[in-house]
Protein backbone atom coordinates (compact mmCIF):
# COMPACT_ATOMS: atom_id res chain seq x y z
CA UNK A 1 0.00 0.00 0.00
CA UNK A 2 1.71 3.45 -1.20
CA UNK A 3 1.78 6.14 1.59
CA UNK A 4 -0.13 8.95 2.21
CA UNK A 5 1.29 12.32 1.45
CA UNK A 6 -0.32 15.52 1.97
CA UNK A 7 0.34 19.63 1.54
CA UNK A 8 -2.08 21.46 3.80
CA UNK A 9 -2.04 24.90 2.18
CA UNK A 10 -3.81 27.87 4.06
CA UNK A 11 -4.20 31.65 2.66
CA UNK A 12 -4.57 34.00 5.66
CA UNK A 13 -6.22 37.09 5.23
CA UNK A 14 -3.13 39.32 4.21
CA UNK A 15 -2.32 36.92 1.69
CA UNK A 16 0.21 34.69 3.51
CA UNK A 17 0.64 31.31 1.98
CA UNK A 18 1.19 28.68 5.04
CA UNK A 19 1.98 25.05 4.05
CA UNK A 20 2.11 22.09 6.04
CA UNK A 21 3.10 18.73 4.90
CA UNK A 22 2.61 15.49 6.24
CA UNK A 23 3.69 11.71 5.37
CA UNK A 24 6.68 12.87 3.68
CA UNK A 25 9.77 12.75 5.55
CA UNK A 26 13.53 14.01 5.72
CA UNK A 27 14.93 15.91 2.80
CA UNK A 28 12.22 15.43 0.39
CA UNK A 29 9.79 17.40 2.18
CA UNK A 30 12.16 20.00 1.96
CA UNK A 31 12.21 19.27 -1.91
CA UNK A 32 8.23 19.65 -1.99
CA UNK A 33 8.42 22.56 -0.57
CA UNK A 34 10.90 24.02 -2.74
CA UNK A 35 8.38 23.47 -5.65
CA UNK A 36 5.66 24.93 -4.24
CA UNK A 37 7.67 28.08 -3.36
CA UNK A 38 8.86 28.38 -7.03
CA UNK A 39 5.50 28.68 -7.73
CA UNK A 40 3.73 30.76 -4.98
CA UNK A 41 6.58 33.08 -3.88
CA UNK A 42 9.42 32.80 -1.08
CA UNK A 43 9.98 31.27 2.06
CA UNK A 44 9.90 33.33 4.87
CA UNK A 45 10.00 30.80 7.83
CA UNK A 46 10.76 27.08 8.53
CA UNK A 47 9.33 24.74 11.37
CA UNK A 48 10.23 21.18 11.00
CA UNK A 49 7.48 18.53 12.56
CA UNK A 50 9.13 15.19 13.62
CA UNK A 51 8.74 13.62 10.29
CA UNK A 52 11.52 15.92 9.28
CA UNK A 53 14.07 14.15 11.25
CA UNK A 54 12.64 10.74 10.29
CA UNK A 55 14.15 8.49 7.83
CA UNK A 56 12.80 8.74 4.22
CA UNK A 57 11.41 5.52 3.10
CA UNK A 58 13.31 4.20 0.61
CA UNK A 59 12.96 0.31 -1.47
CA UNK A 60 15.96 -1.80 -1.71
CA UNK A 61 16.48 -3.85 -4.47
CA UNK A 62 18.49 -7.24 -4.05
CA UNK A 63 19.57 -9.28 -7.00
CA UNK A 64 21.32 -12.55 -6.92
CA UNK A 65 23.36 -13.16 -9.76
Do not use: N
Not at 16 to 39: D, P, Q, S, Y
Amino acid sequence: MAKKEEIEITISPDGTIHGHTMGIKGKECMEVVKRLAKEVGTVESKRFTSEYYEEEETAKVRRTL
